[in-house]
């Protein structure tokens, strides 16, 4: 692999870690933690948390946004 490549890839990685954390802190931030549909179990010190809901929210945003950056 040659080291132009590397770092390219590098780079990428890099600004989806950023994105990744800006999109957390607006969760964060405009209370999406807990929505409709999210399915928290929890038994004795066990807790089992799955954000069906706002992964149902997150794919519907980014299907939108990647059909409009990807339109031809």
């Keep these: 692999m040659n080291l132009g490549v590397l770092a390219r890839v590098a780079i990428v990685a890099g600004v989806v870690l950023l994105v990744l954390g800006v999109v957390l802190l ?35 945003i980014l299907t939108l946004l990647l059909n409009l950056i990807f339109r031809r």
């Design 26 to 60: 607006l969760v964060d931030h405009f209370g999406l933690r807990r929505l409709p549909g999210d399915i928290v179990w929890e038994r004795g010190p066990v807790r089992v948390y799955a954000p069906l809901g706002l992964m149902l929210l997150l794919s519907l």
